[in-house]
């Protein structure tokens, strides 16, 4: 293998720090580097929910000083707040639901940090994600399915895939922490931080109330037109909910309904039937197309419409700035804002073809 010098991601978990061992071990030039994301780090974690916290700042550290390697703190609190928490409140205010870990790694991880990365001199960047990039340079699923974050990645480039470096993908998170325990990691055992990092108490409704304020309105059945609740705002909803809608009345056939619309326009939510959420073509902006030509012609793969959801094969057609995709099944719970990805089926594993996000 080629010596490079690689700038490793560190955000104090046990993926990032056997990334940067394994990177170390190839024989890379390795400088560690752990990104202050919060502008008050106090108030990202609670237990294991959320990161970017002091103590994440000092597991890097320590993880670093067992490697042997440089370590710096870059401060990046008000470039993540504007690019992806002011983004993520936006997206709710405008009836979307947004997925801010994909936004952080567009924006903060593989654009900010990339960006800067080059321009000190370093090769590549390299992270914990559970993601492959084979030698023909093609994103793949890891190994690992259950933790694999290929999804998150669909949103990069060629260009940044080129300078990035994936070492878990070949790995599962038990082979992980067996590593990082023989190598005398003691994030070993650290819990995986979960949820949006940003909401260390899990409450997105409260965190979004407290930036958007309350906008009574309308809760509409879709199948009788008849108001049947009221909502504090329309951003607290996410498509397929079914808990929490704090209807008047049931539904005349008894059955539970669903949220199946958002329409901040006219502060309405309109909820229905399960089946109602069916959706069989899905339209979307912004395709970043990474493994190949950008198609041409209509194509058969697979796709995935949101982080840990089903994959269904589709025929997906790219028209300039416009990706469309009809379902070869039904699939529930679409929801615009978030990503759609294609994939390949392919014998070393599911090739990342691209990505774009679901507009309708």
Not at 28 to 54: E, F, K, M
Not at 131 to 136: F, I, V
Not at 144 to 166: G, N, P, W
Not at 276 to 289: F, I, K, M, Q, Y
Request: charged share 25%; proline share 6%.
């Amino acid at each position: 293998m080629v010596r490079v010098r690689v700038l490793a991601a560190m955000s104090g978990g046990v993926d990032s720090a056997v990334a940067a061992a394994r990177a170390v071990q190839a024989g890379h030039d390795v400088t560690g580097v752990h990104l202050a994301l919060a502008r008050n780090p106090q108030t990202y974690r609670t237990g294991a929910r959320g990161c970017c916290t002091l103590e994440d700042s000092r597991d890097a550290r320590r993880a670093a000083d067992v490697l042997g390697i440089p370590f710096y703190v870059w401060d990046m609190a008000d470039r993540f707040h504007a690019d992806v928490v002011d983004d993520f409140v936006a997206e709710y205010a405008a009836g979307r639901t947004p997925n801010p870990c994909l936004r952080c790694n567009e924006k903060i991880k593989f654009a900010a940090v990339l960006d800067r990365a080059v321009a000190l001199g370093f090769d590549a960047v390299v992270t914990g994600h559970h993601a492959r990039l084979g030698p023909d340079g093609l994103l793949r699923r890891s190994v690992d399915e259950a933790k694999d974050q290929s999804y998150v990645l669909a949103v990069l480039t060629r260009e940044q895939l080129d300078r990035s470096m994936f070492p878990l993908g070949d790995s599962t998170k038990a082979q992980v922490r067996q590593e990082a325990a023989e190598r005398g990691l003691a994030v070993a055992d650290k819990p995986d931080s979960h949820d949006i990092c940003f909401i260390a108490d899990g409450d997105t409704r409260g965190f979004l109330a407290q930036r958007l304020g309350e906008s009574p309105g309308d809760v509409v059945d879709a199948t009788t037109g008849a108001v049947v609740g009221q909502h504090a705002g329309a951003y607290a909803y996410t498509i397929g909910q079914r808990r929490g809608l704090h209807l008047d009345r049931p539904a005349a056939d008894g059955r539970p309904r669903y949220v199946l619309s958002i329409t901040p326009k006219t502060n309405t939510v309109t909820v229905g039937p399960a089946e109602a959420l069916e959706v069989s073509t899905v339209s979307a902006n912004r395709p970043v197309w990474t493994g190949g030509p950008r198609p041409e012609q209509p194509i058969e793969c697979e796709v995935q419409l949101r982080a840990h959801g089903v994959v269904v094969p589709a025929v997906v057609t790219v028209d300039g700035d416009r990706l469309h995709a009809d379902l070869r099944r039904p699939v529930r719970g679409v929801a615009a804002g978030q990503a759609i990805v294609a994939y390949r089926p392919d014998p070393a594993g599911d090739i990342v073809l691209g990505s774009a996000t679901i507009t309708d």
